[in-house]
Each structure stands twice: as C-alpha cells, then as structure tokens.
C-alpha cells in the first residue's frame, strides 16, 4: 500500500508571494492533516479536512488555507509568504477521526 | 489549552545505558503517539498507546502510558547509535498536539 505523498519536496520562495503544497493521502484514507515544523515553534496543527470539509483548524492567520477534494487529496495555500513561514510542512492521512495518522515525507518551504 | 511538555530536551547517553524520556499533558486524553523524527525527515510512527496501562515494546525501546497521572514514558534500553534521533510524544485532543522534542544523541 502506497505512502501518504506530498509534492514539491522542496521549495524556495520570495516573502509577498504565494505558495500551494499538495498531499495524496493513503488510499482509502478520508482524513488530511497539515502541520507545520518550525525550529522555534515545534510542530503545529494547521487544520484538518474530512470528506472535503475543514473540521478542525488550528491558530494559523488567515493567509493558511487549504481545502480537500473529492478524491481526497489535499491542497494547503499560504498567501503573502513571510520570512516566519518557512518550515517544513507535514501532512498526515488516517481513516477518520481519533484513528492514527500516518505523515507523508512533508515540503521543506524556504522563504527569501 | 492542552499543553504537552517534553523531558529532557536533550539527551547525550552512552552507549549501553539506560534512560526514560518523560511526557507529561495537561487534559484528560486516552490516546497518545511516540515518533521518531531523522534530521531532515518526517515523523516516523513507534507506538500507539489507547489505553490507561498501556505498555509497548519494540526493539530497545519500551513505551507506557499512564492517564490518571496525564504521564507517558519512552524507555530505552541498552541504547545504540541507532537509536540517536529526536522524539516526540503527541497527545490526541481531537488534534495532535506535540511535545517539544527530545533529541536523543548516543556516542560509542
């Protein structure tokens, strides 16, 4: 059974622009979550989708969005990118609610 | 606001010896997480803990879970450099919530 996958692994932006992380969640699995690593903040819980609806988000400025679609894949935007956003950008898939999450390699965003 | 908090942030052990790496949270949840995190990589699942009484083992490492007292601990036995990595305890509150980290380095 494949892997939670997340594309890019890597990417370099400037601060102003925007950026969008896309997750493939193991299949059969409905549940993304997004979190985010920094060295000063740890790892973070940016928000959850479930069958294409956000059910949990965590306290993220509105420039964090995301949405899910209906194969279950998932997309993270970060808008007006900050020099504070760089970070590696982990998602996890599970079956649902309360079940265990298996985390994807994540996207390492550096911000210039 | 459930907190999880970490100890030690650090861990510099030789090889051979014991130590137990402490998570403590500060609501009531009956689910709890152990990963393993490689520099530079992503989280690597070692233990699901549902229950209070929980233990689990695996390898040199042995994990336990204790929710009347809000404790987790993360045994390691006889470590090797293998072993040298950061660790993370998660507590499930409708959301992972992670502990700080320990960094676990183990030198010959």
């Known amino acids: 059974k494949a892997g939670v996958t997340q594309t890019p692994r890597y990417l370099i932006k400037t601060r102003g622009q925007q950026v969008t992380l896309s997750c493939s969640p193991i299949?059969?699995?409905?549940?993304v979550s997004w979190y985010q690593q920094t060295p000063g903040q740890g790892l973070q819980f940016l928000f959850e989708?479930?069958?294409?609806?956000?059910?949990n988000k965590g306290n993220f400025p509105g420039r964090f969005s995301g949405r899910q679609f209906s194969n279950s894949r998932s997309e993270m935007n970060v808008s007006t990118l900050e020099l504070g956003d760089s970070a590696l950008y982990l998602c996890?898939?599970?079956?649902?609610?309360?079940?265990?999450?298996?985390f994807g390699p994540g996207t390492r965003l550096t911000v210039l | 606001e459930l907190k999880v908090e970490q100890n030690p942030l650090f861990l510099s052990m030789q090889e051979g010896k014991n130590y137990t790496i402490y998570c403590n949270y500060s609501?009531?949840?009956?689910?709890l997480y152990w990963y393993r995190q490689d520099p530079g990589k992503s989280l690597e699942s070692l233990f699901v803990?549902?229950?209070?009484?929980a233990v689990k083992q695996e390898g040199r490492l042995m994990a336990s879970l204790d929710t009347k007292a809000r404790l987790s601990t993360l045994h390691i036995t006889a470590a090797v450099h293998d072993l040298s990595a950061t660790y993370f305890c998660?507590?499930?509150?409708?959301?992972?919530?992670f502990g700080t980290g320990t960094r676990l380095q183990v030198f010959p």
């Open positions: 996890a898939s599970s079956l649902g609610t309360g079940a265990e999450q298996f």
């Open positions: 299949s059969g699995h409905r549940s």
């Open positions: 989708y479930f069958s294409e609806t956000q059910r």
């Open positions: 609501t009531t949840s009956d689910r």
């Open positions: 803990l549902l229950s209070n009484g």
């Open positions: 998660a507590v499930d509150s409708d959301k992972l919530i």
